[in-house]
């Protein structure tokens, strides 16, 4: 079945910081997007299109809008929703005194699907399409995640945390259970219908080397799951590391030695890396998500776009709430260009919207699948409103160029400058 939508159309090609940047990306100021069984079939001018479709065909028409293929968040703690905005503690003393007892709620199936149901409602609103979520130790939290996905047809990563050591007895696994647990979600839940699993070591400090090498025979046996994990966020956290893991050169390498590096591997925040992990990341294909609003809310650092972009590593954005403070992506970049600000670079906003989609994708080995309108791709996209608020509409009075254009929506828009979300095609 064919559904047609006509607007401006906005989709990156390429990272603009690789090629040319009239290269990077397609926009078509009046266009046509053609969607066939809920898969992107053809996009382009809307008047050259019109003319050779079916006249009866009903085009539905967003005027001043702007057309963009969902937004991607490659690092997010569904359970973590309930918590945000918890005062004054940088990362170790956040997760102890505030996320550790919160998460422990989530051994409860229908605790996990209500915050799901709500997590959930929340991305769409902020015009997210997929994200790569952690549940927490209890397989139920994924359970209930992937439920909730699956009703509403999304694609969508999880998965179960593994966490074996430093951590409440509440919270813990063994590398045993942990695995066990692990395999069979992947058994029930990878690639049923947009679902994906994720095997989700917590972070260096609370896994035991022997589970960390369980881990990585689990992604050896199922080289088609995904990786996602915490890395260098905080200086006090990378201290620890290297404390516990003595025979490690350095944060990153506990995890290479346990084989958990790879094109679907994602670790989010990386703020503190040095040269030779950049490197050691590229090679391997493994992303990394930049989480500006939780590294200025915890304090953790600036991250280094310039360092990762040098290596040729693979970049997502992540809110990672609950210690981000935004389920939107829009107020992410805005975030994420401030960091930049204080190291004195510049995060263009070509650059930043080509990460909050098909750099995403990138990240997470989906790209053809999600992240731009090419053909074949499915079809989530979102219409973003550059008149929903009064200062953005007078703002864009004073505007020429897209360029412009892009950076005011950005620094200025959030959950409200999204119209529209569609999921395969179909508005939520
Ligand atoms: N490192 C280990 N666990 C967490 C978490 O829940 N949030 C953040 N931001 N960092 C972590
Ligand atoms: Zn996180």
Same mark, same amino acid.
């Given at each position: 079945?064919?559904?047609?939508?006509?607007?401006?159309?906005?989709?990156?090609?390429?990272?603009?910081?690789?090629?040319?940047?009239?290269?990077?990306?397609? +926009?078509?100021?009046?266009?046509?997007?053609?969607?066939? =069984?809920?898969?992107?079939?053809?996009?382009?001018?809307?008047?050259?299109?019109?003319?050779?479709?079916?006249?009866?065909?009903?085009?539905?028409?967003?005027?001043?809008?702007?057309?963009?293929?969902?937004?991607?968040?490659?690092?997010?703690?569904?359970?973590?929703?309930?918590?945000?905005?918890?005062?004054?503690?940088?990362?170790?003393?956040?997760?102890? @005194? +505030?996320?550790?007892?919160?998460?422990?709620?989530?051994?409860?199936?229908?605790?996990?699907?209500?915050?799901?149901?709500?997590?959930?409602?929340?991305?769409?609103?902020?015009?997210?399409?997929?994200?790569?979520?952690?549940?927490?130790?209890?397989?139920?939290?994924?359970?209930?995640?992937?439920?909730?996905?699956?009703?509403?047809?999304?694609?969508?990563?999880?998965?179960?945390?593994?966490? =074996?050591?430093?951590?409440?007895? +509440?919270?813990?696994?063994?590398?045993?259970?942990?695995?066990? =647990?692990?395999?069979?979600?992947?058994?029930?839940?990878?690639?049923?219908?947009?679902?994906?699993?994720?095997?989700?070591?917590?972070?260096?400090?609370?896994?035991?080397?022997?589970?960390?090498?369980?881990?990585?025979?689990?992604?050896?046996?199922?080289?088609?799951?995904?990786?996602?994990?915490?890395?260098?966020?905080?200086?006090?956290?990378?201290?620890?590391?290297?404390?516990?893991?003595?025979?490690?050169?350095?944060?990153?390498?506990?995890?290479?030695?346990?084989?958990?590096?790879?094109?679907?591997?994602?670790?989010?925040?990386?703020?503190?890396?040095?040269?030779?992990?950049?490197?050691?990341?590229?090679?391997?294909?493994?992303?990394?998500?930049?989480?500006?609003?939780?590294?200025?809310?915890?304090?953790?650092?600036?991250?280094?776009?310039?360092?990762?972009?040098?290596?040729?590593? @693979?970049?997502?954005?992540?809110?990672?709430?609950?210690?981000?403070?935004?389920?939107?992506?829009?107020?992410?970049?805005?975030?994420?260009?401030?960091?930049?600000?204080?190291?004195? =670079?510049?995060?263009?906003?070509?650059?930043?919207? +080509?990460?909050?989609?098909?750099?995403?994708?990138?990240?997470?080995?989906?790209?053809?699948?999600?992240?731009?309108?090419?053909?074949?791709?499915?079809?989530?996209?979102?219409?973003?409103?550059?008149?929903?608020?009064?200062?953005?509409?007078?703002?864009?009075?004073?505007?020429?160029?897209?360029?412009?254009?892009?950076?005011?929506?950005?620094?200025?828009?959030?959950?409200?400058?999204?119209?529209?979300?569609?999921?395969?095609?179909?508005?939520?």
């Amino acid at each position: 079945m064919l559904k047609v939508y006509r607007g401006e159309l906005l989709h990156f090609l390429a990272d603009p910081a690789k090629v040319a940047l009239q290269e990077s990306y397609q +926009y078509i100021e009046d266009g046509l997007l053609i969607i066939k =069984d809920g898969l992107i079939e053809q996009i382009g001018e809307a008047e050259a299109l019109l003319a050779s479709l079916d006249k009866d065909l009903d085009v539905i028409h967003y005027e001043n809008g702007l057309i963009m293929p969902g937004f991607i968040d490659t690092h997010v703690h569904y359970p973590q929703t309930e918590m945000i905005a918890s005062y004054g503690e940088q990362l170790l003393e956040w997760l102890e @005194n +505030y996320t550790f007892p919160f998460e422990r709620q989530f051994s409860d199936l229908e605790h996990g699907k209500k915050v799901a149901e709500f997590f959930l409602s929340q991305l769409l609103e902020a015009g997210t399409t997929t994200a790569l979520v952690f549940g927490t130790v209890h397989k139920e939290s994924v359970e209930a995640f992937f439920t909730v996905a699956q009703q509403k047809k999304l694609r969508m990563i999880c998965g179960k945390v593994l966490m =074996d050591q430093n951590c409440p007895d +509440y919270l813990t696994d063994t590398a045993e259970s942990g695995y066990e =647990d692990s395999k069979a979600l992947i058994e029930k839940w990878h690639n049923t219908d947009r679902l994906q699993y994720a095997i989700t070591p917590r972070f260096a400090p609370t896994c035991s080397t022997e589970q960390l090498n369980k881990a990585g025979q689990l992604l050896a046996e199922n080289p088609s799951v995904y990786l996602h994990t915490h890395l260098s966020e905080n200086k006090a956290e990378i201290a620890w590391v290297e404390e516990l893991f003595p025979d490690s050169d350095g944060y990153l390498d506990v995890y290479d030695k346990s084989k958990l590096l790879g094109r679907r591997s994602v670790f989010a925040h990386g703020v503190h890396l040095h040269d030779s992990e950049c490197k050691r990341l590229g090679e391997t294909g493994s992303a990394i998500a930049f989480c500006p609003s939780s590294n200025l809310f915890l304090g953790s650092g600036l991250f280094n776009l310039k360092q990762a972009q040098a290596f040729d590593v @693979n970049v997502g954005l992540g809110s990672d709430i609950g210690a981000g403070t935004t389920f939107s992506m829009l107020s992410t970049i805005n975030e994420g260009y401030k960091t930049q600000q204080l190291r004195g =670079d510049k995060l263009s906003p070509f650059k930043s919207l +080509y990460l909050a989609t098909l750099g995403g994708a990138i990240a997470l080995d989906l790209e053809g699948t999600i992240g731009n309108f090419v053909k074949g791709a499915e079809a989530d996209f979102i219409v973003l409103d550059y008149h929903a608020t009064p200062l953005m509409d007078r703002r864009m009075q004073h505007c020429k160029t897209l360029s412009e254009k892009l950076f005011i929506l950005s620094m200025l828009g959030d959950e409200r400058h999204i119209k529209a979300t569609h999921i395969m095609g179909e508005r939520v």
